[in-house]
């Protein structure tokens, strides 16, 4: 037995519409590709080197998180990281991307096996810096540089690919903010101009491939975003959402006609439900096409009352989202923590408050917990339905043909999970086994 390939028996594979099919699934870990059974059978006549008997659980495209601004005492907005004010540029930088490879590392333990680094509203000139570029020497013998993005996609051994990275502000109404730092708050008097100025360098455009930028959000009511949206959805790989906005129900419509794909944590930092005037939430109903949307299904950002009626109304757009800050961490004890610009949250379980109020600063759920919250909440017959709305569904969102399925030829990033209590029993990333309970 050399082939190189693991058999997965005895298992419900999910399917893109949440049901579960009992199937074989075959890996081949030397390509880390999905492979055909039936194929590999009589071409190679050949038997699998692993099977795996799933003893009745789920197999599952690996979660993906298109919202997370930090875990296991990480920050992705804070630059330079914690503490290396006194070093060079290129050590600066080795500290951040171990801190970055850290989370990639640990959050497959939570069935997560790419995600979206998440930066927050920050200073402009930190954008270049952590968002965007990072300038390096070529060879230690040159003095010659080359612009590469700090966040361009990233994967490293038995750890979780980083796609790129999600821009949550600056261009957010300053009434919606939440938790953003006021004196950073943009507008966009030139439209396109305005918003590559501060994501971009002065040497490349947005639109430069492998920017690492994939997820925008914006508020269309701010000056010049609603103008510059269908400009922005032309970038290559380049997601419009909306978020943090008060824009009203019309506004909010032509944004989604000129392109905006996705609504970030619905519910938070926007309007609530009129009837005369539904808001960002009304798109939910928008005709004849309705956008995705982020959930925060960790039971504090949203009611289950919401969550349900949310899902009900659209279960195809439904995406979870973590939203988790650095305290994300299962061994991290409750109370006051250090996060950034002097500030300080106070964590309680999963809720997180910037200090001495009631403002929601994020979150300290995993997601696979947002997974079983969904399927409580919903009272789904089974955890697929949960399932594939941090699956299939981010994957569709950001246009992945390559992750997010159990097609074939497809990458064998997949979770194994307990079909009764919906935990991650197992996490694969390129067919190899990176995490077991």
């Known amino acids: 037995m050399t082939s190189g390939v693991t058999k997965f028996t005895n298992c419900w594979c999910l399917e893109e519409d949440g049901s579960l099919i009992e199937a074989d699934l075959y890996v081949d870990t030397n390509s880390g590709k999905i492979i055909s059974g039936k194929e590999f059978f009589y071409s190679t006549k050949d038997t699998p080197t692993t099977t795996i008997d799933c003893d009745g659980d789920i197999i599952s495209p690996g979660l993906i998180d298109v919202q997370i601004n930090g875990a296991y005492g990480f920050d992705f ?5 914690t503490k290396t004010e006194h070093l060079s540029k290129d050590e600066q930088v080795r500290v951040y991307l171990e801190g970055l490879d850290k989370v990639a590392s640990k959050i497959v333990e939570t069935g997560t096996t790419s995600f979206l680094p998440t930066i927050i509203t920050q200073q402009q000139d930190l954008y270049r810096e952590v968002g965007v570029y990072d300038v390096c020497k070529v060879a230690s013998n040159t003095p010659n540089y080359q612009i590469i993005p700090l966040l361009r996609p990233r994967s490293q ?3 979780a690919h980083v796609l790129g990275y999600h821009a949550e502000g600056p261009f957010i109404a300053s009434s919606r903010k939440g938790a953003h730092a006021p004196p950073f708050l943009l507008s966009a008097p030139n439209g396109l101009s305005s918003i590559e100025a501060v994501y971009d360098s002065a040497l490349t455009k947005l639109s430069t491939p492998n920017t690492g930028v994939k997820l925008l959000t914006l508020a269309p009511d701010v000056d010049g975003i609603s103008a510059a949206i269908k400009e922005l959805t032309k970038l ?22 000129d392109g905006a794909r996705f609504i970030t944590h619905l519910f938070n ?8 005037d539904p808001g960002v939430i009304g798109l939910l109903g928008n005709q004849p096409i309705r956008p995705f949307y982020g959930l925060i299904v960790d039971g504090v950002h949203v009611h289950p009352n919401a969550v349900r009626l949310a899902y009900e109304a659209h279960p195809k757009g439904c995406v979870l989202v973590t939203d988790a800050m650095p305290m994300m961490d299962p061994h991290l004890s409750d109370g006051v923590h250090d996060w950034r610009d002097g500030r300080r949250l106070l964590k309680q379980g999963p809720k997180l408050y910037l200090e001495n109020t009631t403002t ?6 995993t997601l696979d917990e947002c997974v079983r919250n969904l399927k409580t909440f919903t009272h789904a017959s089974s955890f697929g339905f949960a399932l594939a709305c941090a699956s299939y569904h981010p994957a569709s969102l950001l246009r992945l043909s390559h992750k997010g399925n159990l097609k074939v030829g497809s990458d064998a990033d997949i979770v194994r999970v307990d079909r009764h209590q919906g935990t991650v029993k197992a996490t694969y990333v390129n067919g190899k086994c990176v995490y077991k309970m």
């Open 236 to 257: 290559p790989d380049v997601i419009v959402s909306i978020g943090h906005s008060d824009a009203d129900v019309d506004l909010a419509s032509q944004s989604v006609d």
């Open 360 to 365: 929601l600063a994020g979150s300290a759920s």
């Open 77 to 81: 907005s804070l630059w330079p990281p």
């Open 157 to 159: 051994p038995r750890s």
């Open 269 to 276: 930092a926007m309007p609530q439900l009129h009837h005369r």
